[in-house]
């Protein structure tokens, strides 16, 4: 207990010293400079009073001298005027006189100490001494009346009274003497003083003037500094560095309170535009896609007004013809009817590559029968890959395209091909024909993916009626490029290779396979209830 | 860690320590006032406050000189201060700076009137001397005679040469180089006025000379009243003699130095040998480049030392012995070289042992003779 006592006490002082709020800092200096100017004009004042109380010393022992013998002097001349007059008023004075001589000598030194001046000052005291018994002896011998007796003391006084005043001018001298030589050392002491005050006032001025500085620049620093970022930021530039601030003053808690504001508003301000871009992102997105949808189902309710009614219709055509005998009617119709089964299916989903594989080959076959051996089809299709997902009504309106626009002055030998396999991670689709080719500006045009984002659904359906005049139910080749690319995320998903050199036309599909987690998995499940 | 960052941790740390530093400068500047302080203090501490921490001493003593700044008498207070100490005691030194006759006489009435324990004197006058003496051992004060005697006074002790020894070493001493001729020793003219007893020294010569009836001796008797008087005396003695004085005998060094200043001067240093009591440095000199034949001298310290064993013997016994005898040391020029090592060393011993030198047994024989 006894033993931590002074380290709390420590502890306690150095937390008061501790510079930990403006106040401090500010108060500290200055109360530093105060003691600092007070010890020193404290030490100058203490130097100077020694000096003077010496000095003083000094010649009151010299004055105290003079005293004497001027006392011893009142003694003899009291003396001679009792022994000449024989006066009570002068044996009244001798009296006074010699008590105030012995009250003088007795202020002098009667020790026996091997000391010149003390030795001295002994002689005299008991000269002295010595005196007053003679001049008692002498005045008792008066009142006796004795001449004889009186005069011998009186001479003997008298030789006395030139031995102490012999001494005394010794005393005096040598008193003088050493006075002088202890002046002459508190001259040069003086100097010595006045030489270190100097010193010291230079060292506090010094020390002053940087404890002063540093505290003026630690306290400004930090806030000139706070002031600059908070400039900067009312500009509204969140990019300020942190201020470093290592006191621990209201400066410090300004800083650090600034410093967090900065990053809470910095992360604020991110976090809204990030859910801004999101949501207009997401937004954009639904609302392109569904208008593309509905463009394609419009464009395909156009073309089939009542795809049920010809559907069953078709239905029953088939089985007639099955009935009748007729084969080759009954497949064909089938195929009619499978076709618009797969059309008149709800396309808000996705679809698998078989199904689209399978509702190009029912429109090929529709068409050959059309268009007899003016064409011809092949595909080579790999069956590992016809699981992956995409969305649907994309590879009929290719192969449409083929054969109504490609292969469409094309009398003999026309050809259309149809390629799915793997290609690393995904999966190529190449739907080709041997016909004009389209030309590159048009081929631009149709990948232009700026001009589809831009363009309202309308547009892309007037343009896509417009583009193909004769062909009512073509559903657009830019309307697949966007719906494809909205799909998939990702603009590399569909390419059209063609032009001079070139024959015919290849569109080629990169099918990214899609994650599992992104999938809808109910679709197939969906598609099959609707029938 | 280059040096810039090293650089900025240094500032970093001076601010962090501003305050600790600050603190540190303030105790350091106390630190600087007060032992400022304390330097002055010990420097302004005065003298008496230095003499105020020394040990009060039993007895207060004075030795009254006939002159005390010589080298002599400073021997001699040596010696006094050394016995001083040894029976706790303080000596004072009394006496005029240079020569004065009145004032060995009115040192002693001081000292009565001061009422010292004790008072060690030399003689000059013997008359006023011998008054002052009566005076004070009345009043109860012991007094020694030291070196010159007042033998009809009423002192207690004397501390000197036997002036009869004195006289027969001179005797020797003239006999050694010269057989034949005519002896002059130097007197005072006033016996009562004389320092040294006179009568006895040439007693003792007388006595030894007797053996060489080829010898002659006469005694030239100089006026001390006027320091010139005895230059001019001597210098009558060379002009009037016939070539017929073989040595002058001095019995102070003023006379000694004279004889031989006034002997070079004839050119008659080869044929007149001179003997001297006591020395100085130009005694020493002479003897040397063989001036002067020979001194005899006694031992100062020996007998300032001897004179304060007295006075506090008195003053502890009530008694002591009538006379004190002190060795006499003839130096001549086969011993010169050594006799001043000796003093040499003593001045050096004394000078590193300070004013008070505490041994006598640095002076060999001291202690001994002392007792």
């Known amino acids: ?531 | 860690m280059d040096k810039s960052s090293y650089a900025i941790r240094l500032r970093g740390f001076f601010i962090r320590h501003l305050y600790l530093l600050a603190v540190l400068s303030i105790l350091l500047l106390s630190l600087l006032a007060l032992l400022a302080m304390n330097v002055l203090r010990q420097r302004l501490l005065d003298q008496a406050e230095i003499l105020a921490s020394r040990r009060e001493a039993r007895y207060h003593f004075v030795l009254v000189a006939e002159q005390t700044d010589s080298p002599f008498w400073q021997e001699v207070y040596a010696g006094a201060r050394a016995a001083a100490s040894e029976v706790d005691a303080v000596v004072e030194l009394a006496g005029p700076q240079s020569f004065s006759t009145d004032q060995t006489a009115e040192q002693i009435l001081i000292a009565s009137a001061a009422r010292l324990d004790g008072i060690a004197t030399c003689v000059v006058d013997t008359n006023l001397t011998e008054q002052a003496i009566d005076q004070a051992v009345k009043a109860g004060i012991p007094v020694v005679t030291l070196e010159y005697d007042a033998a009809e006074s009423l002192r207690q002790c004397f501390v000197g040469v036997n002036s009869y020894d004195l006289g027969q070493t001179f005797g020797r001493l003239v006999t050694d180089r010269n057989p034949i001729g005519e002896i002059v020793i130097l007197v005072s003219d006033d016996p009562q006025r004389a320092s040294l007893s006179e009568n006895q020294i040439v007693a003792g010569l007388q006595d030894y000379l007797a053996r060489y009836p080829s010898l002659t001796l006469n005694s030239l008797e100089i006026n001390r009243d006027s320091a010139f008087s005895a230059e001019q005396a001597i210098r009558d003695l060379l002009v009037k003699d016939q070539q017929t004085v073989r040595a002058i005998i001095s019995l102070n060094v003023g006379d000694t130095l004279r004889v031989v200043e006034a002997l070079v001067d004839d050119g008659r240093t080869n044929t007149v040998s001179v003997l001297g009591y006591q020395e100085n440095s130009d005694v020493l000199e002479y003897i040397q480049s063989g001036l002067i034949q020979a001194v005899i001298a006694s031992d100062p310290y020996q007998i300032g030392y001897d004179s304060i064993q007295a006075l506090a013997e008195i003053k502890t016994n009530n008694r002591t012995s009538d006379y004190i005898p002190s060795d006499l040391v003839t130096i001549d020029a086969g011993n010169v070289d050594a006799y001043l090592q000796t003093v040499l060393a003593a001045a050096g011993a004394q000078a590193s042992t300070g004013i008070q030198p505490e041994s006598a047994g640095e002076r060999p024989g001291g202690q001994e003779r002392g007792q």
């Open chain 1, 1 to 531: 207990m006894i033993a931590a006592r002074p380290g709390k006490w420590a502890g306690r002082l150095f937390h008061i010293l501790t510079p930990n709020s403006l106040f401090k800092r500010l108060l500290i200096p200055y109360l530093l400079t105060g003691i600092l100017v007070g010890a020193s004009t404290v030490y100058n004042i203490l130097s100077i009073n020694i000096i003077v109380d010496r000095l003083n010393a000094t010649y009151e022992s010299n004055a105290a001298i003079f005293d004497l013998v001027e006392s011893l002097g009142e003694v003899q001349t009291y003396t001679e005027s009792y022994l000449s007059t024989k006066s009570s008023t002068a044996l009244e004075n001798y009296y006074r006189a010699s008590d105030n001589l012995n009250e003088k000598a007795a202020l002098l030194n009667d020790e026996i100490i091997d000391a010149e001046p003390l030795l001295l000052e002994r002689n005299i005291r008991r000269m002295i001494e010595s005196y007053n018994l003679e001049t008692q002896s002498a005045i008792q011998a008066k009142r006796g009346r004795d001449i004889a007796a009186y005069t011998d003391h009186y001479n003997t006084s008298m030789q006395i009274y030139e031995y102490i005043i012999l001494y005394a001018d010794q005393l005096n001298k040598n008193r003088f003497e050493s006075n002088y030589s202890q002046y002459r050392v508190m001259g040069q002491l003086l100097d010595q003083i006045q030489l270190l005050d100097i010193l010291i006032l230079a060292l506090i001025l010094g020390i002053n003037f940087v404890i002063v500085l540093l505290t003026a620049l630690r306290i400004t620093r930090p806030v000139a500094e706070l002031a600059q970022r908070a400039g900067l930021v009312a500009e509204g530039n969140l990019d300020v560095a942190p201020i470093d601030v290592d006191s621990h003053d209201e400066v410090h808690t300004l800083a650090k309170a600034f410093d967090t504001m900065i990053v809470s508003l910095k992360a604020y301000v991110t976090q809204i535009k990030d859910n801004l871009i999101r949501e207009t992102r997401q937004k954009e997105h639904e609302l392109v896609m569904e208008n593309l949808l509905q463009v394609a189902q419009l464009k395909n309710l156009q073309a089939q007004i009542n795809p049920h009614f010809l559907f069953n219709a078709l239905n029953t055509g088939a089985q007639m013809a099955m009935l009748e005998g007729a084969d080759r009617t009954s497949e064909f119709v089938e195929h009619v009817a499978d076709f618009y089964r797969y059309n008149i299916k709800l396309f808000d989903r996705d679809v698998t590559l078989r199904e689209e594989i399978q509702m190009a080959k029912d429109y090929i076959y529709i068409q050959k029968v059309r268009f007899g051996d003016r064409i011809s089809y092949n595909e080579s299709i790999d069956l590992d890959c016809l699981s992956i997902r995409m969305p649907g009504l994309v590879l009929q309106p290719l192969v449409e395209n083929a054969l109504n626009h490609g292969l469409k002055d094309v009398e003999q030998g026309g050809r259309v091909d149809l390629v799915a396999q793997w290609k690393g991670d995904r999966v190529e689709v190449l739907v080709h024909d041997n016909g004009r080719g389209m030309d590159p500006e048009k081929i631009r045009q149709t990948l232009d993916a700026k001009s589809l984002a831009t363009a309202s659904p309308g547009q892309l359906a007037s343009e896509t009626a417009e583009n193909q005049p004769g062909n009512g139910a073509g559903i657009a080749l830019s309307n697949v490029v966007a719906r494809l690319r909205l799909f998939f995320h990702c603009e590399d998903v569909i390419d059209i290779i063609s032009g001079p050199g070139i024959e015919g036309t290849t569109v080629r599909l990169s099918l990214p396979v899609l994650a599992d987690a992104s999938l809808p998995a109910t679709e197939p499940a969906e598609a099959t209830g609707e029938n």
